[in-house]
Antibody, heavy 121, light 107 residues
Framework: EVQLVESGGGLVQPGRSMKLSCAAS????????MAWVRQAPKKGLEWVAS????????YYGDSVKGRFTISRDNAKSTLYLQMNSLRSEDTATYYC??????????????WGPGTMVTVSS | DIQMTQSPTSLAASVGESVTITCLAS??????LVWYQQKPGKSPQLLIY???ILEDGIPSRFSGSGSDTQYSLKINSLQPEDFASYYC?????????FGAGTKLELK
């Protein structure tokens, strides 16, 4: 059974940093691109970042580019999101998601339960 | 970036009815359209990818259609568990943009 479990969320002050983790199990982690998707309270979904199989390629949304870093440790089947210079608008539930592909189409077939990040003084 | 415009924003229906949600892409996404369902307090669940392909385990009352820039999700014979929010997603390329969502409520 595929499982994704995020951790590391909480309350953080504006301008500070936070690192999220996502522990994966039930599949061969290195066979999949992985991603972070967030959802601000009462709002829609926003893709944050994606990372390739071995981590050599990373992709970011404009709102986090230069501040967030996605990485992975395939030996530990763990995905990370390093968030720096946090802003109030980064307040959201952060989901770890497995990206599958179908003839070049990217979609998220499994999601973790999410971890809440609140940026506030 | 490809913009995804979803409509309606909210929709009220009764059990047993059929509903349709639409998603308009700002440019041709060549069928690379994905639909998710999200229930309150839960993570999204994949329903349909490639505009028409039903994910394993998803009931056949859900169906997707469309091409180029216009896509639809149809739910036939609504069940109580179908009242949730629905999101479309551009799967053609990053950034993977989502529609703003449609909240399906019980009338």
């Amino acid at each position: 059974e595929v499982q994704l479990v995020e951790s590391g969320g909480g309350l953080v002050q504006p301008g500070r940093s936070m690192k999220l983790s996502c522990a994966a199990s039930g599949f061969t982690f290195s066979d999949y691109y992985m991603a972070w998707v967030r959802q601000a309270p009462k709002k829609g979904l926003e893709w944050v970042a994606s990372i390739s199989y071995e981590g050599s390629s990373t992709y970011y949304g404009d709102s986090v580019k230069g501040r967030f870093t996605i990485s992975r440790d395939n030996a530990k089947s763990t995905l990370y999101l390093q968030m720096n210079s946090l802003r109030s608008e980064d307040t959201a539930t952060y989901y770890c998601a497995r990206r599958d592909v179908y003839y070049g189409l990217g979609y998220f077939d499994f999601w973790g339960p999410g971890t809440m990040v609140t940026v506030s003084s | 970036d490809i913009q995804m415009t979803q409509s309606p924003t909210s929709l009220a229906a009764s059990v047993g009815e059929s509903v349709t949600i639409t998603c308009l892409a700002s440019e041709d996404i060549y069928g690379s359209l994905v639909w998710y369902q999200q229930k309150p307090g839960k993570s999204p669940q994949l329903l349909i990818y490639g505009a028409t392909i039903l994910e394993d385990g998803i009931p056949s009352r859900f169906s997707g259609s469309g091409s180029d820039t216009q896509y639809s999700l149809k739910i036939n014979s609504l069940q109580p568990e179908d009242f949730a929010s629905y999101y479309c997603q551009n799967g053609l390329s990053t950034p993977y943009t989502f529609g703003a969502g449609t909240k399906l409520e019980l009338k």
